[in-house]
């Protein structure tokens, strides 16, 4: 008997089993027919067959949601029985092609039909694309993969009243009018792309132009497009952009290629933006920001993200990948570019924390669950969900550690030969790294594990003082990730300093190594290759603290030996501000650890003293600025503190925090009313230092609302009522959401009443409700769910309330009664069918469900099975879910 064994599960593709494409195109002439009921594609494509591939290999292209209407190969209309149709190809046999041939085909879409946002859909109105990674396969046949790159020319046909405003990628050579009221565009992209970098726009948009002179003198026009109501939105963007401009070329000497450069904002897209050549496609996010809508973090990520998309320009469109599995090629490269542009646009040391509260916050969280991938992921089912932290955050530290180990000047010129070397090319990881050894001489094998790799290593220090010999030696011992046995040994720098306390608290030693003449530099970069390796320090009197991973030099996990006492010196007085930041929310979270263990044995909660004098002397701090103080005096969140326990102890690391937040501002009540006091604001502005005054000034808020007196909830509502900006509104709204009742009740209908007919703003009313540590939030969660102005078809609108409940409040998505969970469950089911990719970035906030106790893991079992068990599951929450599910 033969066993057939017929499986619907979708099967992965693997890294290992990558071919070159048997094709290549090397035009592409598009024409657009765009109408309100159906859309027609022309498509003119110019293929040859590669070098070395047989005669008989057939052509097969991709394509999906497309009705084929014609097809011609040279010119010969080709007939049913010419070519096979599945659902996601179109295969024409090899014998009757050519080296080189023709083919044209016309296919129908219905873009207003399109609510997966991939290929070409419909915002407000308007038409607009999104095909990366593989979008492009729904707009017509393709060989739609990233190492087939082609030129473009692109015809876009439309009614001119509806949709006066027609654009595509490189530069406009005909536009006129046809008949019947419809107008057409034609665009021509001199640079040869691959389709995932293919972009079109027609609507009725206003445009903010401007103007960049490149280094070398060529005059760039620059245009941002966005509905008319927005158009006094855009002036942060265009500066955001000419700053990118201009620092890309002092940074890394790369110009700009075009003679133009638009930005689009949508307001419907799964991610937060996309670097299609010359015509960057953004979720309205970031790009639109005015004082009232915006707060001092949307004006930083908007400046962030305009430059990772032009930053694209270079690392990704120009030198693109091979295949998706070297994603991390382009972006973690170019999220380390953009990172490196924003630590020079602000406090570097404020920019290094928030990277690291994040990596530490999502990627290390990523790394102990079932979506754990290297950066360059071996298997993919759905390419869509590999648009991870891993892929991005921590593929941006893998190239900083490079970065760190060569040093800035070998660093740049690797990205020369880089460049230089693979200018018009798809290509891979190793290319990346052959470039950066060969232009530094060093070896990297070693370092390229980290490419393989995964999970978050372990790094244990251990320090020991010699008073005769008046030596220190440092012991650093590398171990595998949690759950991981078969690690590689991994090339890691670890920067150091020591610091001998002193009579005003610490002075950095200079350093000097057992093998060296003489003492160097206070901080110094340690390789860690083997499993284990001494280093001795000399000239040390007495026995130093020892300031270890400063500036986050390597993403790894450290344990260190050290006591409380140790930690609050180092908080104290470490110069390196970002180890500073660290030993303080190590301190804190020890404390806040211990208090959790108080609350579930039953007994009686006390902050730490030794803490609560930290923070004072950290608040009292007249050198430190109000963005690092903030920061230090934020508490680390349940999400974090969860990591490090066996079982997350969900409700009573809740009662901990919510305790020491309160116990804090009632031991800090004078210094902080006094700070609030000191610090009301003047004139409105975005400068550095009026970010700080603000940052600094609503943390004191925080922390007086909590202690839930009438005299602080009222500092509260006199602060929302007078904000004539939205980070002071925002932050004054977040206290009163957190602190209920009336005051609350009253300030969400007034925010409401204000904002309703502004999306990105009442997305925020959203995410605080959602955010929220009050008793009720997840009632009010649940009616939100079902509220007008809910919506789950916009991917913001679904992020705010359940993108921000499930991933950013513990407590409440999981609380014991399985609500939170059944709503998440639900709406991933809802969601699904019209939309995969979100659908399975909301699902995933169930990965990490293995660390919780057996009664919620049982629960959030359930809802994981009830997922699986849907018939017609979408690629997408199939892996996620299959993944989640799969035994350890
Ligand atoms: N390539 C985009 C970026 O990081 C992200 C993106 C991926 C956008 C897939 C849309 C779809 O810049
Ligand atoms: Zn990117």
Redesign the pocket.
């Given at each position: 008997m033969i066993e057939a064994t017929v499986s619907a599960a979708p099967q992965p593709i693997l890294r290992a089993d990558y071919r070159g494409p048997s094709f290549f195109i090397d035009r592409v002439d598009l024409r657009f027919e765009l109408g309100e009921d159906l859309s027609r594609v022309h498509a003119t494509l110019s293929l040859r067959r590669a070098d070395g591939v047989p005669d008989d290999a057939p052509l097969v292209l991709d394509g999906e949601a497309l009705k084929l209407l014609h097809l011609a190969l040279d010119g010969r209309t080709l007939g049913a029985d010419d070519y096979a149709l599945t659902a996601t190809t179109l295969t024409i046999p090899g014998r009757g092609l050519a080296a080189a041939f023709e083919l044209r085909s016309v296919v129908e879409i219905r873009p207003q039909d399109n609510t997966e946002l991939s290929g070409l859909y419909r915002s407000s109105g308007n038409f607009c694309t999104?095909c990366?990674?593989e979008g492009f396969r729904r707009i017509t046949y393709f060989l739609d993969r990233p190492d087939v790159m082609a030129r473009y020319s692109v015809t876009l046909e439309a009614e001119r009243a509806r949709y006066p405003v027609l654009l595509a990628n490189g530069n406009r050579v005909a536009a006129g009018e046809l008949a019947d009221g419809r107008h057409f565009a034609r665009w021509d992209d001199p640079f040869p792309k691959p389709s995932y970098l293919f972009a079109l726009v027609a609507g009725d948009l206003r445009c903010l132009p401007g103007e960049f002179t490149t280094r070398s003198g060529r005059a760039v026009r620059l245009e941002i497009w966005v509905e008319p109501e927005n158009i006094d939105r855009c002036e942060h963007a265009l500066r955001s952009l000419i700053k990118s401009m201009r620092w890309d070329e002092q940074a890394f000497g790369r110009e700009y290629d075009l003679d133009i450069y638009m930005i689009v904002a949508v307001n419907d897209f799964?991610?937060?933006?996309?670097?299609n050549k010359g015509l960057n496609i953004f979720n309205a996010k970031y790009v639109l920001a005015r004082p009232d809508t915006a707060t001092d973090d949307d004006y930083q990520a908007i400046e962030q993200v305009i430059a990772?998309?032009y930053f694209?320009n270079w690392s990704g469109n120009r030198v693109t990948c091979r295949d998706w599995f070297q994603l991390t090629l382009k972006?973690g490269l170019t999220v380390l570019r953009d990172r490196l542009f924003s630590r020079d646009m602000r406090s570097a040391a404020v920019a290094r924390i928030s990277e690291v509260l994040g990596l530490r916050t999502a990627q290390f969280a990523e790394d102990r669950g079932p979506m754990a991938h290297p950066i360059r992921p071996e298997s993919y089912i759905e390419m869509n969900n590999f648009?991870t932290t891993t892929v991005y955050e921590k593929g941006a530290e893998v190239i900083g550690m490079l970065r760190l180990l060569l040093g800035p000047d070998g660093f740049r010129r690797g990205m020369d030969l880089y460049f230089d070397r693979h200018d018009g090319q798809a290509v891979t990881c190793d290319d990346f790294l052959a470039a950066m050894a060969d232009a530094s001489g060093r070896d990297l094998a070693q370092f390229s594990r980290w490419y393989s790799q995964v999970g978050t290593p372990i790094v244990r220090a251990r320090g020991e003082h010699d008073p005769d010999a008046r030596t220190f030696t440092l012991t650093l011992e590398q171990a595998p990730p949690h759950g991981r046995h078969d690690a590689a040994l991994l090339h890691i720098p670890i920067a150091v300093g020591l610091l001998a306390p002193a009579a005003d608290g610490a002075r950095a030693l200079p350093l000097q190594l057992a093998d060296e003449p003489a003492p160097g530099a206070t901080t110094r970069v340690l390789e860690l290759r083997a499993a284990n390796q001494r280093f001795t320090f000399v000239g040390v009197d007495a026995p130093p603290a020892a300031s270890l991973l400063r500036g986050f030099s390597a993403p790894v996990e450290l344990e260190v030996p050290r006591s409380d006492d140790e930690l609050a010196l180092l908080m104290a007085s470490d110069p390196d501000p970002f180890s500073r930041w660290d030993a303080g929310q190590e301190l804190g979270r020890r404390a806040l650890l211990r208090l959790a263990d108080d609350a579930a044995a039953g007994r009686p909660l006390a902050l730490d003293p030794r803490f609560v004098a930290a923070c004072a002397r950290v608040l009292a701090d007249p050198h430190l600025d109000g963005s690092l103080k903030a920061l230090a005096l934020t508490l680390p969140g349940e999400r974090i503190l969860g990591q490090h326990q066996e079982v997350v102890a969900v409700d009573e690391l809740h009662t901990a925090r919510q305790f020491a937040v309160r116990a804090l501002a009632e031991a800090l009540r004078e210094p902080l009313q006094a700070l609030y006091a000191a610090t009301a604001p003047g004139p409105y502005s975005i400068e550095p230092a009026e970010v700080d005054r603000r940052r600094l000034r609503n943390l004191a808020l925080g922390y007086l609302v909590a202690l839930g007196e009438p005299q602080t909830v009222a500092l509260a509502q006199a602060q929302f009522a007078a904000a004539d900006n939205m980070s002071d509104a925002q932050e004054a709204l977040a206290c009163l959401i957190d602190h209920g009742g009336p005051a609350r009740d009253a300030a969400l209908a007034a925010f409401h009443g204000r904002w309703c007919g502004d999306p990105l703003v009442l997305d925020k009313w959203f995410a605080l409700q959602a955010m929220s540590s009050h008793a009720d939030t997840l009632a009010r969660v649940l009616e939100l769910a079902t509220h007008p102005d809910f919506n789950l078809g916009n991917p913001n609108r679904a992020r705010a309330l359940l993108g921000t409940f499930g991933a950013r409040n513990q407590f409440h998505f999981h609380s014991r009664c399985g609500r939170g969970y059944a709503l998440l469950a639900d709406k991933v089911i809802e969601l699904d069918p019209h939309n995969a990719s979100m659908a399975a970035r909301l699902v995933a906030a169930f990965n990490p469900w293995r660390r919780f106790d057996a009664a919620r893991q049982q629960a959030m079992r359930a809802q994981l099975e009830r997922i699986a068990g849907q018939p017609g599951l979408s690629r997408a929450v199939h892996e996620i879910v299959a993944r989640a599910l799969a035994p350890v």
């Open positions: 999104q990366e990674a799964n991610m937060g933006a996309m670097e990772h998309e694209h972006e648009y």
